[in-house]
């Protein structure tokens, strides 16, 4: 098994028993907090349970979509515009003129002699 394999089943184990205590917080939240009093923990409270059962996953997930829209806004405002399209082309056209001007005149080359054309086999039928 490779080390991003190990990485993964770990991550993949960690959110299974998260997403199953989850569930279990949700729906069995008295017996949650029958088994919370019974460790120690008093004074928690069945509405108490559930309003932050509930909260805290909201609250994770506003923040990471407040963060990801921060990203996007910090990478917009970082980034140089690009060129107009108008000054492209016209950079394009100033090198097609420049490698104009840069070709040598013209000059004649002896023109190669025409080759002597052999006849055709007649095919047969």
């Known amino acids: 098994m490779s080390k991003d394999q190990a990485i993964g089943g770990a991550i993949f184990v960690v959110c299974l028993l998260v997403a199953i205590g989850y569930i279990i917080t949700l729906f069995l939240t008295e017996q949650v907090v029958g088994v ?8 928690i409270t069945v509405e108490a349970v559930k309003f932050w059962i509930i909260a805290v996953p909201v609250f994770v997930a506003f923040v990471a979509v ?11 405002a970082t980034t140089p515009p690009p060129k107009p399209i108008e000054e492209i ?3 394009i056209e100033e090198r097609k003129e420049e490698m104009k ?20 086999k007649k095919r047969k039928p």
């Open 36 to 43: 919370l009093g019974d460790i120690g923990l008093t004074g």
């Open 66 to 76: 407040l963060f990801i829209g921060a990203w996007i806004g910090w990478t917009m």
């Open 101 to 120: 001007v840069e070709e040598p005149a013209e000059t004649k080359m002896p023109e190669a002699p025409e080759e002597e054309k052999m006849p055709e």
């Open 89 to 91: 082309t016209t950079e």
